[in-house]
């Protein structure tokens, strides 16, 4: 499991319950309590928990998004589309989609380590920086447009082009086109 998803699960059961050991949220995932506090700190520093006696409490007034938001618009992230953006910091930032992720990476691409993206066929994990990315296909995911899908495989990218239209770019190429259409306007607002 992905630190990004473990630390989304930790915000649920804090909703659930309030307040949890360090011991128990280790025994919990199967991980070891160093993991659990690495976790516990990257929450800590947003503001979404705070640190109590041998466990976490959920803050109360945090204004940070929730781990279910985008970090760049704000809309509920889908999963299946989602995108984590890794700092070299090992910060982790869940966005709603790969256009969002190409938005965001620019803003801050100085503190980039990885952005992680999954196989729009195969719901594999990718990185995007070797994946193909298909923009402007005429299918609407009913997310963040202009759209970016990514591909593990060119072949896959070009089946589904034949299909859906669209043109294929690398990662670079891609991000060029999506920063050319964010001057055009864009369906996203920045955080």
């Not at 938001?69 to 299946?80: E, I, R």
């Not at 190429?173 to 999506?178: C, D, P, T």
Request: hydrophobic residues 40%; charged residues 20%; glycine residues 6%.
């Amino acid at each position: 499991m992905l630190p990004i998803n473990r630390q989304q699960k930790l915000i649920e059961w804090l909703k659930e319950e309030g307040a949890l050991r360090i011991a128990d949220i280790s025994a919990r995932f199967g991980v070891s309590e160093m993991t659990v506090y690495r976790d516990v700190n990257q929450l800590a520093k947003t503001k979404q928990v705070i640190k109590t006696s041998g466990g976490i409490a959920l803050a109360e007034n945090s204004s940070l998004p929730a781990a279910n938001l985008c970090s760049y618009c704000l809309k509920p992230v889908n999963h299946t589309y989602s995108v984590q953006l890794i700092t070299v910091g090992q910060e982790v930032e869940q966005l709603c989609c790969a256009h969002c992720a190409f938005l965001r990476y620019e803003d801050k691409k100085e503190e980039v380590s990885h952005l992680i993206c999954k196989d729009f066929l195969l719901q594999t994990t990718v990185s995007a920086a070797s994946a193909v990315f298909l923009l402007h296909a005429e299918l609407d995911l009913h997310c963040c447009q202009p759209q970016a899908i990514p591909f593990a495989s060119l072949d896959h990218a070009e089946r589904f082009q034949k299909g859906f239209g669209g043109t294929i770019c690398t990662f670079g190429k891609a991000l060029e086109i999506i920063l050319n259409d964010r001057q055009k306007g864009c369906a996203c607002t920045k955080t």
